[in-house]
């Protein structure tokens, strides 16, 4: 792009450490070891079709699904990438029931923890629609020195330093939020970087999409169902009846919503009292990128940053999105 000034993730994160200057530099560092790690995930992702690593790897993870081996794979990429830069004290995944501690020196006196969905969205692998990888950054809470707690990973969402997510979409792309905002880098395969693509990015104050799995509706609230309703009722100076998008993978659908605006809810249902999708490897992050980005995210009860976690994989619903079109969906829930 002759005349372009490029700007890769490696760059931007720097300039970003220079605006504190008691900055070490070692979240930039995290951020540059996830970029390399979904880079070689984003390798296998790209052939999956061609290589014989479709089809269930026979175990199943913690929530009782059946592992693709793309999840063990990318599971096992970024924990290996991580664990040799030493720059967290541990991890914890979304595929293990527990989490890691690194136990190199290095490793013992790092300041952060990472925890990590490793392929969200795996069933749309077969069918290839964008999945991807889901990630926050916390400050751990036990001493340095020593090896990371659980209670490093139980911290609730409003305590996290970064959150981010990898797409692997028509093209690949890293977006990150800190509290300085959310910024997007499209890879670009012929250097192998990513490249600011999207800087400074904003969620809509409202928007004409909803994205919901409707084959759950008899199993919602009458709230929520009433909501879904008012999302389809003709109404001209509304622009209803709105759109509905689902792609059944959060990044895709919350990507998506960052962009477009909208609204993306997984609801809790007569079946699973606390929806489906897991606090710490998809609500926590995806609402800290929403609200860095000027959206708001709700557990339909309370601020889904605000949720003192019980246990690593606890579940809990959420409705996530523009303000406005939250806000609907919140006065008609309750
Ligand atoms: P359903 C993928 O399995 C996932 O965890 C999220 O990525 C996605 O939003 C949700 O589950 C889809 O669930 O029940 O609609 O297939």
Redesign the pocket.
């Known amino acids: 792009m002759p005349g372009r000034k490029l700007i890769t993730l490696d760059e931007f994160t720097i300039q970003e450490t220079r605006k504190f200057p008691q900055a070490t530099g070692e979240l930039s560092a995290i951020l540059r070891d996830i970029g390399l790690a979904c880079k070689i995930i984003n390798k296998q992702v790209l052939k999956a079709g061609l290589v014989d690593i479709l089809g269930s790897h026979g175990a199943t993870n913690v929530q009782g699904?059946e592992q693709m081996k793309l999840d063990v794979y990318a599971d096992q990429t970024l924990v290996n990438v991580l664990r040799n830069s030493s720059e967290c004290a541990g991890i914890a995944s979304e595929e293990n029931d527990e989490h890691i501690s690194f136990d190199d020196e290095y490793s013992l006196n790092s300041k952060y923890v990472v925890l990590f969905d490793p392929l969200?969205?795996?069933?749309?692998i077969d069918v290839n629609a964008s999945i991807g990888t889901i990630f926050s950054i916390y400050r751990r809470v036990s001493p340095l020195g020593s090896p990371c707690t659980e209670a490093d990973f139980l911290q609730p969402g409003n305590k996290l330093m970064a959150a981010g997510y990898v797409i692997y979409g028509s093209s690949t792309m890293m977006v990150y939020a800190t509290k300085l905002g959310v910024n997007g880098f499209t890879l670009e395969p012929s250097i192998g970087e990513f490249c600011l693509s999207h800087p400074s990015m904003k969620c809509k104050e409202n928007g004409k999409i909803y994205s919901i799995?409707q084959?759950?509706t008899n199993k919602y609230s009458d709230g929520t169902r009433a909501f879904l309703n008012y999302c389809m009722e003709e109404n001209k100076e509304e622009d209803r009846p709105y759109s509905h998008r689902?792609i059944?993978?959060?990044?895709a659908?919350m990507h998506r919503t960052l962009i477009k605006g909208g609204i993306f809810m997984?609801p809790a249902d007569k079946k699973n009292k606390n929806g489906?999708?897991r606090l710490q490897y998809?609500c926590n992050p995806m609402s800290f990128i929403i609200e860095a980005a000027g959206g708001v995210s709700s557990t339909g009860n309370q601020r889904v940053l605000d949720v003192e976690p019980a246990e690593l994989h606890q579940r809990v619903p959420i409705y996530i999105g523009s303000k406005k079109l939250v806000a609907k969906a919140l006065e008609m829930h309750s």
């Open positions: 699904e969200d969205g795996s069933s749309n799995n084959g759950n689902y059944g993978s959060m990044v659908d997984y489906k999708l998809e």
